[in-house]
């Protein structure tokens, strides 16, 4: 589902939350960056976004988030990463 106009890409795990979406769509830069990143990189996004139990920090996480988007950078800062998606091991 990736294209321009006011479409968004998806992650892997998680459902894009509408407060994300709504951001997102309002900011072509911050949409390029999103739809030119891996469907985890989004995942990681949507995860980081909707982590938080404060609606405040929530918000802020949104925030931050379509600006370093549209900065383009590509993951959350210092974020290990979505825990709920299933760690492989190369052996």
Same mark, same amino acid.
């Given at each position: 589902?990736?294209?321009?106009?006011?479409?968004?890409?998806?992650? !892997? !795990?998680?459902?894009?939350?509408?407060?994300?979406?709504?951001?997102?769509?309002?900011? %072509?830069?911050?949409?390029?960056?999103?739809?030119?990143?891996? @469907?985890?990189?989004?995942?990681? /996004?949507?995860? &980081?976004?909707?982590? @938080? =139990? =404060?609606?405040?920090?929530? %918000? =802020?996480?949104?925030? &931050?988030? !379509? %600006?370093?988007?549209?900065?383009?950078?590509?993951?959350?800062?210092? /974020?290990?990463?979505? @825990?709920?998606? %299933?760690?492989?091991?190369? !052996?």
């Amino acid at each position: 589902m990736m294209s321009g106009g006011g479409r968004l890409a998806a992650g !892997v !795990v998680h459902e894009m939350p509408d407060d994300l979406h709504a951001a997102l769509i309002a900011s %072509e830069a911050a949409r390029d960056t999103w739809n030119g990143i891996t @469907p985890l990189a989004r995942n990681e /996004w949507i995860c &980081w976004v909707t982590s @938080p =139990k =404060k609606a405040e920090t929530r %918000e =802020k996480r949104i925030h &931050w988030g !379509v %600006e370093s988007l549209s900065e383009g950078k590509r993951r959350p800062c210092c /974020w290990p990463g979505c @825990p709920h998606r %299933e760690k492989t091991r190369a !052996v």
